[in-house]
Each structure stands twice: as C-alpha cells, then as structure tokens.
C-alpha cells in the first residue's frame, strides 16, 4: 500500500510541486498526525488512502517540534519546488547513487535525521541540453549537493519516516516530516561527497501576546482561510481538523500553516521559512494566503462560467434528444438514416418515367436513369444502411449517392428552333462576328430538321477582347440552354476534368460533372476558356483527358473517375476559346470546329462603341441618373480618333478602358460643379480636340516610319495574336569592299523568320547574277534589321519583303512609299499563301496603302472580305517573287 501510495505521491524529482487548491490535502494532513502518534518508524503511513494526490507538502499539526533530538552533522537533501516547513510531510524521489548510499548508511546506523534545504534556482526552467534526454540524467546531479552556494542556508530539520528502494537501479524514495528551522554552520567533511554541513537550530522567539498587530494578522490570517474554504469547499476539512489538532493562538504555527497551504512561489516561500520575527512572519504570511484568494476567486469565476456553458449545452443535447424521440415515437420524424435513404429514394422517383396509361397495372415505371447507374444507387443504398453514422465510411457513401442522386439523369431545357429569334438575340448581343452567328444558325437548322439535338465542339479562335468568352453567353441564350463557364488556363491537374478517387479526401467530381449538377441539364453549353494555355505538371496531362470529353464518339459513355459510372454528354455543346491554334496539342485540335475571329477594323468598332459600350460606360459611370448633364455626349468621331490614335489592337478591351476612363472624368466634374453650386450649363460634347484632357496624348501619331522610302527599306504586313500591324524591313551595307557577302540580322526574329532572311539572301544573290551579271553588290557585308527590337518576331511571311528590301538595296532603287506586301518565300522563287489576310488588309488601310501584294493562293481569303476593306485598294496577286520585283 505505502508503494503505490507513494508512486503516485512522489514528484518526479523529489520536490513539492504546485497545484491549484481544488485537491484534497486534509487526508494527507490527518494521515501525518497519525504518523507521529505512532511508532517511530511510521507504519501507519501504509493507511494512506490510494485516491489521494500529495504532490503539494501538508502540514502535520502534532509532532516532535522543537523537542526532537538535534544530530549536529547532517546529510543534505535538497527541494526544487518549495520549502519544506515545519510539520510538513515531503515525499522526495532519491537517484543519485551516491545519495542514496549514503541515506542507506543512515537508516543501518540508526540515525533517521536529514538537513533539507531549498536550491537557489528553484523553479528554474532547464533546456532540453541541461536535462538530458531523460528526467533522471538531470536529477542525477541535483540530488547530489557540493557546493553551499547553490542551497539556501535556512532549511528544515527533517526524519526519515520511511524509505524504499528500486531493484534495478539506484532510485529510492524517500518520506520525510519536517521538525523544525536550522541553518547551516559549515560544511563538516570537505571532499567529501554527498555534502554533510554543521548544524545550529533557529529557536523560536518568544512574542508578545498582548501585541495588537500580531492578533490583527492572526485574525486576518482565520477570515482569509474561512473565505477561502467558502471559495473552495474541499479545505473544510483541512480546516477544521488544523482547528482541533493545534493551538490557533500560536501564530508561529497559523504562519507555517497558512504559507504551507498557498501556491506561492518558492522564494515566497523561503522567506516566510526564514523570517523569525513573529508580526512579520504574519505579515509574509496573510500576502502570501491574501494571493491565495484572489486566485480561488478567479477559479471559481472560469469554474461557474464552465459549468453554465456546459449545463446549457447538456440541456439543450438531452431535450434535443428526447424532441427526436418524440417525434419518432409519433412518425412525424425518422432516424438520420431513414431520412438519408428515404430521400435518395424521393429522388429517385422524381426521375421515373410517368407510367404509360395501356400498359398493365403490374408494369413497373421506368426510370430516366441508366441500369447501370441504378444498380450503383442500390448497392450504395444497402451499404449505407449497414453503416454506423460515425463511421468515416458512412460519409463518403453518403456523398457519393448525393452526387449520384442530384445530376439530371434525362433532364434537359427545351432546345429553341425559331432561326429568327436566335438570330435577333445574337444580333442584339454582338456585333459583327458573321461566321459565329452563321454557323449557331445552321445548327439549329440541322437539329429542327433532324428533330434532335447533337452536341457539337466549337473552338473560337481570335485575339484578345474581341468577345470570345461573351458570345458564350449569347448563344446559350439563343439556344435555351444553360449556360456554364470554366478556365483551363494554367491548369495542370488532371482532377479538375476527371475528377479525384473517392479514398481521398475531399474527393469532388471534375468540372463537367458539376456543371450537370448546377445547372440540372443533360445539355448545357459549356464554354471552356483559354484551351491554348492549358498546363502540364507532376499531376498528369489535361490536354490529354479532354480528349475524351471532347470526342463525339466517346463522350456518350465519359467516366468520371469519382463517380466511376457511365455519364452521356453527347448533348452537350461545348465552345471552347484559344487566342492562337499553335499550342493546342493536334489530337485535341483534331477533335474541335476551329472558327477564327478576325480584329475588328475601325468602322467596326466604332459601332460596338456606339451601341455596346458608351451606354454601359455611362450607366457605370452613374451618368444616366437626374444628375447627369444633357450635353454629355462621345461624337462619332471622337470615337473614331479613340480607334486610330490610342486603341489599335484587335479587340476592343482596350478601347473600352478608355471610354470608361472619360466618363469617370466626366462624373468627377460634375460632382464638383454640383459641390460649387454652379448655375451656368457646362457643354459635356467631348469632340477629338478634347480627348486629350481625358486620355491624354496619342499613343500613335502615325503609323508610317518613313513617308518616302529610301533604297533598301520596305514595308511588310504581319499578323499578331493582337492582330495585323505594318513590318519594315530595314536593309543596309557593312563593308561595301572586301567583304565577305555575310549576312547580319537583328530585331529579335525567331527561328522560322532567320531561315527567311537566308532564304531571301540566297534567292537575291541568284536573281541579280540572272539580272545583271556584272553587279557584285553581295560581296559586301549586309545587315537586315526589323524595327522594334524589343518585340519578338517570328513567322515565314516576311520573305517576299526581305528579297525585295535587298534588291532594293542592291540596284540602289527604292520601292513605291504606298506599296505594302506579304507572302512567304520559298528557295526557288515561289510566293506561297500565308494567314491572317484580314487583319494585314486592316493594317495596310491604317498605314494608307493603296497597293497591296498577296500570295496568289490568298485570292479567295481577299475575295472574302467586306467590300469596305477592299475599297480603293490596288491588290496585286503574286506567284513567283518576279512579279512582287515588277510590282515593287
């Protein structure tokens, strides 16, 4: 009994520890008592109660005192928490083998009295270096005392009451009860380890029983210990005992036992041990008991508001209980479960099929919902209702049978097959963009005709802001269907379009799938953006995955790796949206409709201005509200000095900022001159005189570098994924004699448009040999330059201008200044077709060209352009390199 009482007693490094005052000492106390009415040697401490913690010392009102014989020389033991006062009983765990020896040799001689004194670094916090690994390696060397400077010299006579050792190593534990106050002489045996000091005793003083401060403290001292036992009911005991078993008028015992009691800090403590002057004893005392207080005030504060919070929710938790069983018990309420599966069964029904009024009664419905998928649902179904609620199981099926159980299983809108309706909607929407509308035309003219709606794959193609991503929009309008919008730009996990496994956590369905859950249609249109900047990371390939969401032939049956069941998408309409066709992977490109949207010129945006973004500027701008001036008004031809002068690229984004940007200008002085009170009308008709007060200066003055070309230099036409802009190609002389017939090229060309430049050079060399043998220009070191080196270039379509800049320079005759040409070159003089013939027709108008060379195999795409593009323009057509010299 006295072992696992003490195991359990004991601090873990023989010290007294604090604790908040909620345990129980008085048990401890009484036991002590019983201790020193007993036999010396302490068998009845074996009686001590199992349940009780004794980690704190306890005092022991009746014992030897003062009269307990005084051995001169004493072991050291040292405390690391507190003191140890007088009538205090000091459970302390020995591990020093060198200290445990030596209470060995005590205990065999029959001596049972130990000094025990506090260290000075007592409640000091060590490092993880100064510990050890283990608690003991550091209690190794602080149960072992060599030094007097590390203890405080004032400590407690104490006996050994009881004393057991560990069999398989060094440990002991020791119990002591403290006697009274000595302090340290000296040391007796130097060198000699453990520590053994010369002892004096500290005799109590005699007091003054008529002092009125020693009665006031000692007064203080019982109304704070009665306050705290109304605080903390579990010292009652404590208490009353210490009232019966000692004389409540000895001050010097109501001190110890009011410090033994406290929390207080070990220093706190040692002082009370050393003072030995009675009032202030007292005096330390009733501070250190007074703190005592405040803090049982502050624990029973927390307790109260712990136990209300804890009764409310326990209340609430049991009515809630006894509510669902209420209900249950009067079928107004099932169990979780029941109510999980019988909704999944709710929805389930809403996808039967009604029953047809000539089949027999016995027929059972059918469902919208695939065989297949059915079966899924009725085992998930089974296996949910086997689970526990509690189990991690039991939420992923239940996910999974939301998913399965909310997708629309044969539901659809009702497809729009009025061609007149749907072209007005697109009209009303956008402007332009005739083969966007032509082609959502001609698919609802197939589906009438064929009295079924197919999904379909179009990819829009076009540069930035001219309205890719919002035709979505409108044509999903005009074909009722639902409209949902992702970006794969930068994505690069395959999870996103196929979704994760279910044994992950927070596992989801990829995008499409909860496309079909949020707009609860088997056919929306789905418009998947910027499909050339698709990623590619650890994660897998998307482009890959697309492939299959994507194919006609296999989306009928796409499988989504969480929901792992067969899903039709062959119904669904998707648009994707690409600025350029090059970094679309060719299985992925193969699967797609590609429908290229050219720039818009500036006729064209002129009118997107006026229709489109002036009104939603001014609406923006709150200038469509009664505050708004009735001069406010963008002439036409301010917008058309916007298009030139500061909003050329292909879309109009750019040109919508700038709108934006007047009239938020506009508000700001109209505010101010409602601020001023102003009664005179302010005229708001911003004309291009005024445009600069409100974007500033032009960006471009003009679009020519040169106005009369000299030998040597040409205009090109390229295209950009910003659209078409004019290209100078820039030739000149290095070393005119003695050169080596080197080439030098600068202007931050790519690869594709250097094998131009060398194409071009070989095929001028040749042509001027043909042309005048005698001419030996291209001995000379050459350098080709393409102006704004900062932009990189690349593409074939150059060619037919770098030959001719260089014939140019060679015969030392300049080209026509309103001439413009493209055209990509081959080795043997050919003029092959290239792209973006639009968008290089739209440049050539913007620099004012009026003679134009194309390829011979681009004659169609010019044939198609508006005729306001082809007005007033002389287009020569060009199969050989021969007739672009002739024209130039």
């Known amino acids: 009994m006295l072992l696992a009482g003490m195991k359990r007693c004991l601090g873990p490094r023989g010290g007294l520890s604090r604790r908040p005052l909620s345990y129980s000492r008085s048990s401890l106390w009484m036991r002590s008592f019983s201790t020193e009415q007993g036999n010396d040697d302490g068998e009845e401490v074996d009686e001590i109660d199992d349940d009780v913690d004794v980690k704190t010392s306890t005092i022991a009102p009746v014992g030897e005192g003062e009269k307990a014989p005084l051995v001169p020389q004493v072991l050291v033991l040292p405390t690391h928490k507190r003191p140890l006062f007088p009538g205090v009983i000091l459970p302390m765990t020995i591990t020093n083998p060198e200290v445990s020896k030596a209470l060995q040799a005590l205990r065999d001689s029959g001596q049972k009295y130990v000094g025990v004194f506090l260290k000075k670094d007592a409640g000091k916090v060590h490092s993880k270096e100064e510990m050890g690994y283990t608690g003991l390696a550091n209690q190794h060397g602080e149960d072992l005392i060599t030094d007097l400077d590390s203890i405080h010299k004032v400590g407690n006579y104490a006996r050994i009451d ?20 000595i302090i340290i002489d000296g040391i007796h045996d130097s060198g000699v ?150 909704k999944f069964r709710q929805r389930l029904d809403a996808f039967a099929i009604p029953q047809d009024q000539t089949a027999g009664e016995d027929s059972k419905p059918k469902s919208q919902v695939p065989e297949a998928v059915l079966e899924v649902i009725e085992d998930e179904m089974n296996k949910l209702s086997m689970l526990e609620k509690n189990s991690s199981e039991f939420n992923v099926t239940r996910n999974y049978l939301d998913w399965l159980t909310l997708l629309p299983w044969g539901k659809s809108t009702t497809e729009n097959f009025d061609i007149v309706a749907a072209k007005a909607i697109l009209d009303a929407d956008h402007y332009g963009l005739t083969d966007v509308k032509q082609r959502i035309l001609e698919f609802i003219a197939v589906s009438k005709l064929l009295g079924k709606v197919q999904g379909r794959i179009i990819c829009l193609v076009g540069p930035p802001g001219v309205g890719k991503t919002s035709i979505g929009k409108s044509i999903a309008t005009s074909l009722n269907r639902e409209f949902y919008r992702f970006s794969v730009g930068g994505l690069s996990d395959v999870a996103e379009i196929k979704g994760h496994r279910r044994t992950y956590v927070g596992a989801m369905p990829g995008k499409v799938i909860q496309c079909l859950k949020t707009t609860q249609s088997s056919n929306p249109l789905i418009l998947i953006d910027e499909i050339d900047k698709l990623g590619r990371g650890h994660t897998g390939d998307p482009a890959s995955a697309l492939l299959e969401l994507l194919d006609p032939s296999q989306n009928t049956s796409f499988v989504d790796h969480y929901l792992d069941v067969p899903v039709d998408l062959s119904r669904v309409l998707f648009v994707c949206t690409a600025n350029v066709t090059d970094t679309i992977p060719g299985p992925l490109l193969d699967r797609m409709e590609v429908i290229r949207l050219s720039g818009y010129d500036a006729p064209e945006k002129v009118a997107i201005a006026k229709q489109y973004l002036v009104p939603k500027a001014m609406e923006k701008s709150g200038l469509k509200s009664e505050h708004a001036p009735p001069s406010l008004s963008l002439s036409e031809d301010s917008i058309l000095d916007l298009v030139k002068r500061y909003c050329r690229e292909a879309g109009v984004r750019n040109l919508e900022q700038h709108i934006e940007k007047i009239f938020r200008k506009v508000a700001l002085e109209v505010v101010e001159n409602l601020a ?57 002389t290095v070393q005119s004699k003695g050169g080596k017939g080197s080439l030098v090229t600068t202007g931050q060309m790519g690869s594709v448009m250097e094998e131009s430049t060398r194409i071009a050079h070989t095929y001028a060399r040749h042509k001027l040999e043909q042309v005048n043998p005698e001419n030996t220009f291209f001995e000379a070191d050459l350098h080709l330059h393409v102006p704004e080196g900062a932009t990189p270039k690349d593409g074939p379509s150059a060619g037919c201008t770098m030959v001719t800049a260089l014939l140019s320079l060679a015969m030392n005759q300049p080209v026509k200044s309103n001439l413009a040409m493209t055209g990509e070159l081959s080795l043997t003089g050919k003029v092959l077709p290239v792209g973006g013939i639009k968008e290089k027709t739209i440049a050539a108008r913007r620099a004012d060209v009026t003679t134009i060379v194309l390829p011979a195999g681009n004659r169609k795409d010019f044939e198609e352009l508006p005729d306001y593009l082809k007005e007033g323009l002389d287009v020569h057509f060009a199969k050989l390199s021969l007739l672009v010299i002739d024209v130039a």
């Open 162 to 181: 009881n004393m057991i050792g560990f069999e398989n190593n060094h440990a002991m534990q020791v119990l002591l009860t403290g006697q009274r106050r």
């Open 193 to 342: 380890s453990p520590l053994r000091v010369s002892i004096s005793p500290l005799q109590t003083p005699s007091y003054d029983k008529k002092n009125k401060m020693i009665k006031a403290y000692s007064n203080e001292i019982v109304a704070t210990l009665r306050e705290i036992v109304k605080l903390n009911p579990l010292f009652k005991e404590h208490i009353q005992y210490f009232s019966q078993r000692i004389d409540i008028n000895n001050p010097y015992l109501l001190a110890d036992f009011a410090a033994s009691i406290t929390t207080a800090d070990a220093e706190e403590l040692q002082s009370v041990l050393e003072e030995m002057d009675c009032e202030l004893r007292l005096k330390k005392a009733l501070e250190l008991v007074t703190k005592e207080t405040e803090l049982s005030r502050v624990q029973q504060s927390i307790k109260e508001q712990v136990e209300e919070k804890v009764s409310k929710n326990q209340r609430q938790y049991l009515l809630m209980e006894q509510l669902k069983t209420i209900k249950k018990e009067l079928g107004m309420e099932k169990d979780d479960k029941d109510a999980m599966l019988s």
């Open 676 to 732: 001023r009170e102003e009664k005179e009308e302010k005229n708001y008709n911003i004309t291009p005189d005024g445009l600069q007060k409100y974007v500033g200066q032009p960006r471009f003055t003009s679009e020519r570098m040169y106005e009369n070309l000299q030998p040597g230099v040409v205009m090109g036409l390229a295209w950009t994924a910003m659209g078409g802009s004019s290209l100078y190609i820039e030739t000149t």
